[in-house]
């Protein structure tokens, strides 16, 4: 990373001393100013801890509080100055209309991320806009707003969030999903999200609490519409454990989503930011080393290892739709070889989703025989792989 030139430097200092700490991370003045109103509304969003019991109208107290918000920034700012992510800095980064919680050891929510969410959560809205998945089930509206399913879960949309980290995925679909069930008088989804860090399933719990107490997301009255388990993908039970309904309750998946470990070692070291490199989770970037027998016995480079294993377990639970982020266009065309394997091409459709799916334009990936076989749909980066089955099994 090139050194930032020392007029640059002494012209921040002189609009702010924070300005100037904050600017080896923002690398332009700009950014900086947006960053440090960032953190000063964050600071001024919470209540002073000293001289509680001080008059308001003293102004001793109004000077002990400024001084003790204005440290409170430094330190803040001292923090993202080294290269921490912003959004541990301040603690959380919204997510549609949901505000997730962001911890060290847990992998920072992206807006290319979010953008592909809520393109998915519309396309399903629209797919089921006259239908449900499933027979629907009788059910009633409490007196507060909410949908209680009479009977089992059998009327319930499905979701599978493979390596939730957060949960937002998981939470942002839940939100769009079931506001438009309520609007159809159709059952509420279940989602389930899975990871293996403790760490990130206690924080997704979290973040549930967090966005249901807020008001972000409904309260259920009935079963639980959200779970979030710890478990390894690649343990020799997941499949079982799936389909015996211990990690989706419903036991029907209808949707498979994951926001896989899918960077390589050589382009983890060179392409990824400082900031990502020496603060967020290694592990929820680049797989583990000890994956490598696993890639070999499927038949794939270590990067792409959590592919081949997601669509094995695709193959099992037989999801109608299966989303994958993926780290580029290059790796979202290996992914549509891989999945050519689900079963009869005829009955699968496969389409990549750059950046902005939403986007207009549209181009076509053909494998080397020249059958078309996905659709290249929006704008910027390779940034997930779509399927779905056109029929159901």
């Known amino acids: 990373m090139p050194r930032l030139p020392p007029r640059l430097l002494y012209r921040a200092h002189r609009i702010s001393p924070h300005l100037r700490i904050l600017l080896p991370a923002c690398r332009d003045i700009e950014s900086a100013r947006h960053e440090l109103r960032w953190i000063r509304e964050h600071v001024s969003s919470f209540p002073s801890t000293r001289h509680a019991k001080v008059p308001v109208t003293s102004s001793a107290a109004a000077t002990s509080k400024r001084e003790e918000q204005e440290a409170k920034v430094a330190h803040l700012c001292a923090r993202r100055g080294r290269g921490e992510p912003l959004q541990y800095v301040l603690g959380t980064q919204p997510f549609g209309p949901l505000e997730i919680r962001c911890a060290p050891g847990v992998l920072v929510p992206r807006l290319e991320t979010e953008a592909y969410t809520v393109y998915l959560a519309d396309l399903l809205t629209r797919h089921y806009s006259s239908s449900s998945p499933h027979p629907p089930q009788r059910h009633q509206e409490t007196s507060g707003g909410e949908l209680v399913t009479k009977g089992d879960d059998e009327g319930r949309l499905g979701v599978l969030d493979l390596c939730t980290g957060t949960g937002c995925i998981a939470l942002l679909l839940y939100e769009r999903l079931r506001r438009h069930a309520q609007r159809r008088l159709l059952p509420p989804p279940r989602v389930a999200g899975v990871d293996i860090s403790p760490t990130a399933v206690a924080l997704a719990r979290r973040n549930l609490d967090d966005n249901t107490r807020a008001g972000l997301l409904p309260r259920e009255n009935a079963n639980a519409a959200v779970v979030f388990t710890e478990a390894d993908i690649f343990a020799d039970d997941f499949l079982a454990r799936s389909q015996d309904g211990l990690l989706m309750p419903s036991g029907q998946v209808d949707v498979l989503v994951s926001n896989p470990p899918y960077i390589s070692t050589r382009g983890f070291d060179r392409d990824t930011g400082r900031s990502v490199r020496n603060f967020e989770p290694r592990l929820a970037l680049v797989p583990d080393e000890r994956l490598k027998a696993t890639a070999v016995l499927l038949e794939c480079a270590l990067e792409d290892v959590f592919y081949a294993r997601l ?83």
Do not use: C
């Not at 790796?331 to 689900?342: I, S, Y």
């Not at 496969?350 to 020249?370: K, L, N, Q």
């Open 311 to 393: 669509l094995d377990i695709a193959k099992e639970l037989k999801p109608r739709f299966v989303l994958f982020e993926v780290g580029d266009l290059e790796q979202a065309k290996r992914v549509v070889k891989m999945a050519t394997t689900l079963g009869n091409s005829e009955d699968f459709a496969f389409e990549i989703w750059r950046d902005e799916p939403d986007a207009e334009g549209t181009e076509v990936f053909e494998m080397g025989s020249g059958s078309t076989i996905a659709t290249i749909r929006g704008e910027g980066h390779g940034r997930s792989v779509f399927i779905y089955r056109k029929t159901k099994s």
